[in-house]
């Protein structure tokens, strides 16, 4: 397991863009896939996308339109961007590490609210 | 709706045996992808419990075990313990949604 950080704001107006970043100190990000996770308020985790130090990602279909996900190797950093914000987008975001499909490290979460 | 189905709730009293079961179809868990199963204590980030069906990480007790056969999975809790209430999500990959999938989540309440 890795101990993964994610920051960024924690209240977004509607319409506009969310961007967090997650940092991964003490494991290369050149390995593994990287990816976040996102829980509404009393639901289930739902899996947004991940990343290969490659490039090649992988997102949540309902929200292929509206997110990137992309990695910063010099800074070991990984970071989400989700356009076109809603209330249905609140929700504490996770960052996670993915091996075989799997999520073996998460981040503490970041709760993040959409109101004006 | 969860396209993986699991008890919204199970309980036992302390010492005893749980299972859990998580319930999926053809394009999930029975074509073939493995089950994975987290653990979410109140107020944190859910914790992997067990990988690729019945393979614990380190760390995990050897009381807390996993199954999986045809389009359904188990994780199964003997002597239970004060410390195991918590909620429980299975998770696994589905083909026909191109994506990762979530059970909607079993709360499991220590008696």
């Known amino acids: 397991q890795v101990q993964l950080q994610e920051s960024g704001p924690g209240l977004v107006e509607p319409s506009e863009t969310l961007s967090l970043t997650c940092t991964v100190p003490g494991d290369p990000i050149r390995s593994h896939y990287w990816g976040w996770i996102r829980q509404p308020p009393g639901r289930e985790p739902e899996w947004i996308g991940y990343?290969?130090?490659?490039?090649?990602?992988n997102y949540r279909p309902s929200l292929k339109s509206r997110v990137t996900i992309s990695l910063d190797t010099s800074k070991n950093q990984f970071s989400l961007s989700l356009t076109s914000m809603t209330a249905a987008d609140t929700a504490v975001y996770y960052c996670?590490?993915?091996?075989?499909?799997?999520?073996?490290?998460w981040g503490q979460g970041i709760p993040v609210t959409v109101s004006s | 709706q969860s396209v993986l189905t699991q008890p919204p709730s199970v309980s036992g009293a302390a010492g005893q045996r749980v299972t859990i079961s998580c319930t999926g179809g053809s394009s999930n868990i029975g074509a073939g992808f493995d089950v994975h199963w987290y653990q979410q204590l109140a107020g944190t980030a859910p914790k992997l419990l067990i990988f690729?069906?019945?393979n614990r990480p380190s760390g995990v007790p050897d009381r807390i075990s996993g199954s999986k056969s045809g389009t359904s999975a188990s994780l199964a809790i003997t002597g239970l313990q004060a410390e195991d209430e918590a909620v429980y999500y299975c998770?696994?990959?589905?083909?026909?949604?191109?994506?990762?999938?979530f059970g909607g989540g079993t709360k499991l309440t220590v008696l």
């Open positions: 690729a069906n019945n």
């Open positions: 996670v590490r993915s091996i075989f499909l799997r999520f073996d490290s």
């Open positions: 990343i290969y130090y490659s490039g090649s990602t």
């Open positions: 998770q696994s990959y589905d083909t026909s949604l191109n994506g990762v999938i």
